[in-house]
């Protein structure tokens, strides 16, 4: 009869030998595992996270420090870590603006603009059906046409002067 009576007041204590041993270190935007998290006690016992995010300290401690590269380092005590999930917070990285350039390359505004206009006298020019006499303007070129070029090729060579 002794031996049932001890058997059932032990009964509730055997509960915690099967409980959660390992504590788990995980994201709290996510709640998903931190592998690599590293743990320090406050009397100089380390331990890292395995890929489950689980670690165990053999030793007692008073605190903790839990940190991992990325996210923002938790000092935690002995009645925090009664809990079995320790949850980080992501740091947050701002970049400043960010402009891309290519040398050599330039927007002006004139030029795309006279291509849109030639662009349009085209298509105006095909709406109107064909031009025999457009192909001896295309043959002779004018002296407008031959002075435009060589303001462009004066204005390369000043460009890269």
């Known amino acids: 009869m002794k031996f049932i009576?001890?058997?059932i007041a032990l009964l509730p204590y055997s509960s915690a030998m099967f409980a959660q041993r390992y504590k788990v270190v995980a994201d709290m935007d996510t709640r998903l595992p931190l592998p690599g998290a590293v743990i320090a006690t406050d009397n100089g016992q380390r331990a890292t996270?395995?890929?489950l995010g689980r670690f165990h300290?053999?030793?007692?401690?008073?605190?903790?420090t839990v940190s991992k590269k990325h996210y923002i380092q938790r000092r935690v005590d002995a009645t925090e870590l009664q809990q079995d999930t320790v949850f980080l917070i992501p740091?947050?990285?701002?970049?400043?603006?960010?402009?891309?350039?290519a040398p050599g390359m330039s927007l002006d505004l004139q030029k795309?603009?006279?291509?849109?206009?030639?662009?349009?006298?085209?298509?105006q020019q095909a709406q109107q059906g064909?031009?025999?006499?457009g192909l001896f303007q295309l043959l002779v070129p004018s002296k407008r046409s031959k002075g435009m070029q060589r303001a462009e090729k004066i204005k390369k060579v000043l460009d890269n002067y």
């Open 5 to 7: 009576t001890v058997i």
């Open 49 to 51: 996270t395995d890929y």
């Open 57 to 64: 300290t053999q030793v007692a401690f008073s605190s903790a």
């Open 91 to 101: 740091q947050e990285v701002v970049l400043n603006d960010v402009v891309v350039t």
């Open 112 to 123: 795309s603009m006279r291509g849109i206009g030639e662009n349009a006298k085209l298509t």
């Open 130 to 133: 064909f031009n025999l006499l």
